[in-house]
Structures are given as structure tokens and as C-alpha cells.
């Protein structure tokens, strides 16, 4: 009876040993900076970047919007931010300092007091790796 009592301790402490080292290499946590653009490419994230560089008498929104338009890029602003859910942004590929990231954004429209419709909106697209901060 004993032995079969130290053999139970001896699993869970090799168990938990195992959970923590699981723990301690899983990818950290990213988030958005502030701000940033969201393409499909990295040449449209270039596009992006010179475009409002030179914006030839264009508003900011104009090109933010014309780029969401022609489905190239879209621009994550200060109070999307809020809205991306856990595991918050994966890291899917690396391309120096490009990062092609994905992530998930949670909307909620109030229909009725009591009725609620939540939407669930997967993105996946590149950014610049200085747009993005570890979590923790």
C-alpha cells in the first residue's frame, strides 16, 4: 500500500514537472502597439506604408479606406484593439522583420435587452514585428 502511495506522489510531481517545462515553452502572448495596418501581402504593407507617406492631398481615411476597399489592407485602430480575443495575436510566419499574424475579433450588436448577436471575424494577415508587444 505504501509503495503504490509513493509511486501516486512520484506521477503527479513528474506530472506537474512536465505541465510547468509545457508551460514555460509555449509562444508568448502578442498584442498590437497601437494602430498599425493588417495586409494581405507584405508588397500591399509596403503599399500601405508609402501610400500614406505621400498622401497627395488625400485624408488619412481616404486611404485607409480605399485600401479596405480593394480588399489590400485594413487598419487595426486604438479601440479595435480591445476587441481581439484570447489566445490574442499567433505568429504564423516570419519574413525578417515582417510577421504574418493571425488573429480573432469579437463583435456584439444588442438586438433586444435580453437578445444579444456575437460575431467571431478571423484575421490573418502581415505587419510590421514593431507593431506588436509580448503580452506579459
Known amino acids: ?48 506604408k508609402s501610400e500614406i507617406l505621400n498622401l497627395k492631398g488625400r485624408t488619412f481615411e481616404e486611404v485607409r479606406n480605399q485600401l479596405f476597399e480593394t480588399g489590400k489592407c485594413i487598419y487595426i485602430e486604438d479601440g479595435q484593439v480591445t476587441d481581439v480575443v484570447a489566445p490574442y495575436i499567433e505568429v504564423v510566419e516570419k519574413v525578417g522583420s515582417m510577421w504574418k499574424i493571425s488573429f480573432i475579433m469579437k463583435t456584439e450588436d444588442r438586438i433586444t435587452i435580453i437578445h444579444r448577436n ?19
Not at 508551460?23 to 500601405?48: D, I, N, R
Not at 494577415?125 to 506579459?136: F, H, R, V, Y
Open 118 to 136: 456575437l460575431n467571431w471575424y478571423r484575421f490573418e494577415g502581415w505587419t510590421d514585428a514593431a507593431n506588436l508587444k509580448e503580452l506579459w
Open 1 to 48: 500500500m505504501k509503495l503504490r502511495h509513493y509511486l501516486t506522489i512520484w506521477t503527479l510531481v513528474a506530472l506537474s514537472f512536465t505541465v510547468i517545462s509545457a508551460v514555460g515553452y509555449a509562444a508568448t502572448p502578442m498584442y498590437f502597439k497601437h494602430g498599425c495596418w493588417l495586409c494581405t501581402s507584405v508588397e500591399y504593407y509596403q503599399e500601405a
